[in-house]
């Protein structure tokens, strides 16, 4: 096992930023190609499978799988061939220069050759007052981690995509009520997903609504909400432009947000690495998870706006070890075959 010091001094082949199911599936293969990678657990260790209890549609589970199951089962695995887990949060990167240099949170830097960039994506917020104050207050982005608190409350659920549902419906088992708020009069859910939650007896729907304020403090947590309507949608938009909109107050025990994603790019903000407007890592074209700085992969939510699925951010994950390895094997050619003085000057 590596000291902190060791770790610092030694020049990696592969550091992996993430420990989701993509950061995972690299570090499997990775492992496997005696590469010995370092892998950054990252804020939210495990990503966003570990605030899901079942995923049903990862291939090999016909009864479906639990998402700190499959995590962990993951871990093991890459631990197997040798991968080494390190709890840490990247700050800063240095990328113009070789080999990689990577700052963490508690100080420490790590030094290397390849990086494969898996730090996924998390919840977005919609921006209602009083937010900040009582997220974790009965404000929350993870039904899974807080609906057991509301048993016997009203709550409502923000968002009409699949994970809005998903809340809705693990919420529906503890809850008297439930109150989907969209802010369209369209479901972008699955139709699978919204049957289910249009089905559901303890489910109701909020059209062309959003969340303006949410009322509560952090002593008695969220007591209700401000919500405005505009026959046409986007009604939030439609105040902004000095139009008229219909506000109601509703008195609810717990609000949850399922409105997306966003992408952990943050600390690639000062590097060479293309980033779309989202923040969505950027890769080159075709099937590759190269990025714009040689020996930088991406895998993962990290750069799929699309598909966003446990099984893509696996797929794109192992695709990133082999990039990697590929990546590094031209190199040691190129190292190879290089003068003796070009070799002293490079890592
Ligand atoms: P999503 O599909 O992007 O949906 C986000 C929803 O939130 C949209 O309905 C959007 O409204 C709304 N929204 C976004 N920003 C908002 C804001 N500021 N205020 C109010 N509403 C806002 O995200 P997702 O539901 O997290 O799903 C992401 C991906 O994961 C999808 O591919 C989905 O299929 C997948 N997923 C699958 C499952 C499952 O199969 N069990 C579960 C969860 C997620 P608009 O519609 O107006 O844009």
Aim: aromatic share 6%.
């Amino acid at each position: 096992m590596n000291t902190d010091t060791d770790r610092s001094t030694t020049v990696h082949d592969v550091v992996i930023v993430g420990s989701g199911v993509a950061g995972l599936s690299a570090a499997v293969y990775a492992a496997r190609a005696d590469l010995e990678p370092i892998v950054l657990e990252g804020p939210e260790p495990g990503g966003q499978l570990t605030l899901t209890t079942e995923v049903e549609n990862y291939l090999g589970f016909p009864e479906g799988v639990g998402g700190m199951e499959l995590i962990q089962n993951g871990k093991d695995q890459a631990e197997r061939f040798g991968a080494e887990f390190v709890h840490g949060t990247v700050e800063d990167a240095a990328l113009d220069e070789r080999p990689f240099e990577l700052v963490l949170s508690n100080g420490d830097r790590l030094r290397t050759r390849a990086l494969i960039v898996a730090t996924g994506a998390s919840a977005r917020w919609v921006g209602a007052e009083n937010e900040d104050e009582l997220m974790g207050y009965g404000l929350s982005t993870c039904a899974t981690c807080d609906g057991a608190f509301h048993r016997g409350d009203d709550v409502l659920v923000i968002g009409g995509g699949d994970s809005a549902m998903e809340e809705a419906l693990f919420l529906a088992k503890f809850a008297d009520s439930v109150t989907i708020v969209h802010r369209r009069d369209e479901l972008r859910a699955s139709d699978i997903m919204a049957q289910r939650a249009r089905e559901h007896e303890t489910i109701d729907f909020r059209w062309n609504t959003e969340l303006l304020e949410i009322h509560g403090s952090q002593e008695e947590g969220v007591t209700g909400a401000t919500l405005v309507r505009h026959p046409e949608g986007h009604p939030k938009d439609k105040l902004d432009d000095g139009l008229e909109v219909e506000r109601e107050e509703v008195d609810v025990g717990g609000i949850f947000y399922g409105v997306g994603h966003v992408p952990n790019t943050d600390f690639l903000a000062d590097t060479a690495i293309d980033r779309d407007d989202d923040g969505y890592l950027l890769t080159s074209e075709g099937m590759t998870t190269e990025t714009a700085v040689e020996g930088v992969f991406g895998a993962g939510d990290v750069m799929d706006p699309k598909y966003r699925q446990a099984i893509t951010a696996a797929g794109t994950g192992s695709m990133a070890a082999l990039d990697a390895e590929t990546w590094l094997d031209e190199r040691a050619a190129e190292r190879d075959a290089a003068p003796v003085a070009e070799l002293e000057a490079d890592d």
